[in-house]
């Protein structure tokens, strides 16, 4: 099939960007929307053109770099499906295809279709982890975790840091990823020591990264490519609640400023 595409074209963080057509020709329906891109960059190169820059690794659905915006969608719009999983299938011949990148303050475009996602890495590093010395790895039978607890710690485990939340989100909201991972660690015997320092400060580095408030429109969870439910949020308000209480009831350290 043939198709049209009209593709965020921007040199750097400090260019203005602009929209840019080109003429995608003999695609295949069994391509990925990331080969055809390719196809089109190869192209672009024969002609000595600079390709259409974009960013994906495993191209398996788990890294979560396969980040662009097509026809308005994150991901494209495709339930459960990142877009190097996204095969030219579902469109169809003669078809005008917009890709642009995320569209979130806290994401600045590098280049093209490529946004910076450090903000996510500063919130992880703010909390995203149990900071134990875990040693070899233990029986698996050694520490008992009920099954509901492991099911609901894997199902928020599946979040893949792709950003898609805080593109679809009016508010660039960033509540479903962290909420996503607050409730993961929280779930485990593991995390819980340190689950209302870890929840505090998450939010905390969201916050000062710039990501928006949740007013709960729930367009988060609608382009998830991991399906994270809207109820990890819930759990994380109830976590950050807790926590602030528990501070706010502990001793105060004696002294003066
Ligand atoms: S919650 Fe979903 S959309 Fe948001 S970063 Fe995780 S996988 Fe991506
Ligand atoms: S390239 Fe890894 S999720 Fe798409």
Redesign the pocket.
């Known amino acids: 099939m043939n198709l049209t595409l009209k593709v965020w074209r921007q040199k750097d963080a400090q260019s203005q960007g602009r929209f840019v057509t080109y003429q995608a020709a003999n695609v295949l329906t069994d391509m990925s929307f990331l080969e055809m891109l390719d196809v089109v960059n190869e192209e672009l190169m024969a002609q000595g053109q600079d390709p259409i820059a974009f960013d994906s690794d495993c191209r398996e659905g788990i890294c979560?770099t396969c980040s662009m915006v097509i026809n308005g969608k994150?991901?494209g719009g495709l339930a459960g499906t990142t877009v190097c999983q996204l095969h030219m299938r579902h469109f169809h011949d003669g078809q005008t295809i917009l890709i642009e990148p995320w569209r979130a303050r806290p994401f600045p475009v590098l280049k093209d279709l490529i946004t910076d996602r450090a903000a996510?890495d500063r919130i992880i590093q703010a909390g995203g982890f149990v900071s134990v010395n875990t040693g070899g790895a233990p029986d698996g039978n050694a520490l008992p975790i009920p099954k509901t607890a492991a099911e609901k710690a894997m199902d928020a485990a599946?979040?893949?840091?792709?950003?898609?939340?805080?593109?679809?989100c009016k508010n660039a909201s960033?509540m479903?990823?962290v909420?996503?991972k607050v409730s993961h660690l929280a779930a485990l015997p593991q995390g819980r020591a340190e689950r209302e320092r870890r929840v505090l400060n998450m939010v905390k580095a969201m916050d000062d990264a710039g990501f928006g408030n949740c007013t709960v429109t729930g367009s988060?969870?609608a382009?998830?490519?991991?399906?994270?439910s809207l109820d990890?949020i819930a759990q994380m308000n109830r976590e950050y609640g807790k926590a602030i209480l528990k501070n706010s009831l502990a001793p105060q350290p004696k002294g003066g400023a």
């Open positions: 979560g994150a991901h996510f599946a979040c893949i840091g792709c950003g898609a939340c805080v593109a679809a960033a479903l990823f909420s996503a988060c969870e382009v998830c490519p991991k399906e994270i990890f």
